[in-house]
T-cell receptor
Framework: NAGVTQTPKFRVLKTGQSMTLLCAQD?????MYWYRQDPGMGLRLIHY???????AKGEVPDGYNVSRLKKQNFLLGLESAAPSQTSVYFC??????????FGPGTRLTVL | KNQVEQSPQSLIILEGKNCTLQ??????????LRWYKQDTGRGPVSLTI???SENTKSNGRYTATLDADTKQSSLHITASQLSDSASYIC???????????WGAGTKLIIKP
């Protein structure tokens, strides 16, 4: 039982480049989330999913797209990276009222 | 607007001392409230989760309380240890959707 895993752990992009962050969970959780956390700030919700094949916008969705083709995977895409997207990205999942389980995070730097 | 406010923003205490962190929220309708511990550079880890009918819940040296009438929660840490140094985040779940409303966190530093 690996919990929530994220790949990659670190990434450096140039402005305008694209990339996809992968989140995988093996706990059969229905809900999955993508958050970003900027230095000294709380987590902000980017997008979330309440089940396979469904996604919804969170608090700060602009510049990001997501897909949940399989229940265990939640992908976060940046089509054209900007320096303002430099942040630590956390994926999380939960089932019902259980506590949210977080991944270890992906540190992204956009130059 | 649904909000979660935490106080203090930061706190420094000596090892072995107790401390209490506060969380006030305006989230409605309320589903549950969670406290997380986040070590620097790591993802948050759940400490407690409380629903409307629960007043207190403990997890080792951590005890969380909830007053749903006044919409306040506290996290009490007993006999602090150096490993308690972290950010503690209060999160409230709204009952009408699947989103979680996050507080900005309290940064706790334990000094030897």
């Amino acid at each position: 039982n690996a919990g929530v895993t994220q790949t990659p752990k670190f990434r450096v992009l140039k402005t305008g480049q694209s990339m996809t962050l992968l989140c995988a969970q093996d706990m059969n959780h229905e809900y999955m989330y993508w958050y970003r956390q900027d230095p000294g700030m709380g987590l902000r919700l980017i997008h979330y999913s309440v089940g396979e094949g469904t996604t919804a916008k969170g608090e700060v969705p602009d510049g990001y797209n997501v897909s949940r083709l399989k229940k265990q995977n939640f992908l976060l895409g940046l089509e054209s990276a900007a320096p303002s997207q430099t942040s630590v990205y956390f994926c999380a999942s939960r089932r019902g009222l259980t506590g949210v389980v977080f991944g270890p995070g992906t540190r992204l730097t956009v130059l | 607007k649904n909000q979660v406010e935490q106080s203090p923003q930061s706190l420094i205490i000596l090892e072995g001392k107790n401390c209490t962190l506060q969380c006030n929220y305006t989230v409605s309708p309320f589903s549950n409230l969670r406290w997380y511990k986040q070590d620097t550079g790591r993802g948050p880890v759940s400490l407690t989760i409380m629903t409307f009918s629960e007043n207190t819940k403990s997890n080792g040296r951590y005890t969380a309380t909830l007053d749903a009438d006044t919409k306040q929660s506290s996290l009490h840490i007993t006999a602090s240890q150096l490993s308690d140094s972290a950010s503690y985040i209060c999160v409230v779940s709204e009952a009408s959707n699947y989103q979680l409303i996050w507080g900005a966190g309290t940064k706790l530093i334990i000094k030897p």
